[in-house]
């Protein structure tokens, strides 16, 4: 089955960096689009960054020009190289891909790793 494990996560202060790493099994990875979505607390989760399986990526716009999402397809991991972090990044981090079964897309996500960027 589909699987995704995120690690990377912690607290930080305003302005540091972090490097979230998420790893994919049960999926052909290097076919796959894979995302990064975050939730803060009392938000609805958001779509941070994505990456194609051409390489092609795409951002939010609160983190254009911090953030940087890369793919090992080699490893089945897909990266979140986080920089200049404001408090506002605050929140759990998400790996999500989703897969075609039976004629219909499931979207999966992984456990969520914790970010906590202090002011």
């Known amino acids: 089955q589909v699987q995704l494990v995120e690690s990377g996560g912690g607290l930080v202060q305003a302005g540091g960096s972090l490097r979230l790493s998420c790893l994919a099994s049960?999926?052909?990875?290097?076919?796959?689009?894979m995302n990064w979505y975050r939730q803060a607390p009392g938000k609805q989760r958001e779509l941070v960054a994505s990456?194609?399986?051409?390489?092609?990526?795409d951002y939010a716009n609160s983190v254009k020009g911090r953030f940087t999402i890369s793919r090992d397809n080699a490893k089945s991991t897909v990266y979140l190289q986080m920089n200049s972090l404001k408090p506002d990044d605050t929140g759990v981090y998400y790996c999500?891909?989703?897969?075609?079964?039976?004629?219909?897309?499931?979207?999966?996500y992984g456990q969520g790793t914790q970010v906590t960027v202090s002011s």
């Open positions: 999500n891909t989703k897969q075609r079964v039976r004629g219909n897309w499931i979207n999966y």
């Open positions: 049960g999926i052909i990875f290097s076919s796959n689009t």
């Open positions: 990456i194609a399986s051409s390489g092609s990526t």
